[in-house]
């Protein structure tokens, strides 16, 4: 079993930071991509930012050029650096962590913007 267990969410102001950090455990061979999704009451889940073990990172355009995602392969953790937070970025952010051929997630963390 595979355990994601993630940290960095709570309430901050318009145009603060915050950064959410995940850390996967149990049996792991080797992890390819991970990132982070969102989902905000009443919308859809919606993809923020990947990074491949290989290959270019991508990002939702809503928060290009605010948010930067890395990962520390030795720690087997992908971080999520929010910077420029706006209301509009209050949503539950889940990790992921593609394992061998196997997708697990983190509980959710909730990140709250306010204006």
């Known amino acids: 079993q595979v355990q994601l267990v993630e940290s960095g969410g709570g309430l901050v102001q318009a145009g603060g930071s915050l950064r959410l950090s995940c850390t996967a455990s149990?049996?792991?061979?080797?992890?390819?991509?991970m990132g982070w999704y969102r989902q905000a009451p009443g919308k859809q889940r919606e993809l923020v930012a990947r990074?491949?073990?290989?290959?270019?990172?991508i990002y939702a355009d809503s928060v290009k050029g605010r948010f930067t995602i890395s990962r520390d392969n030795a720690k087997n953790t992908v971080y999520l650096q929010m910077n420029s937070l706006k209301p509009e970025d209050t949503a539950v952010y889940s990790c992921?962590?593609?394992?061998?051929?196997?997708?697990?997630w983190g509980q959710g963390t909730q990140v709250t913007v306010s204006s």
């Open positions: 149990g049996s792991i061979f080797r992890i390819n991509a």
């Open positions: 990074i491949p073990s290989g290959g270019s990172t």
């Open positions: 992921h962590a593609d394992v061998d051929t196997l997708r697990y």
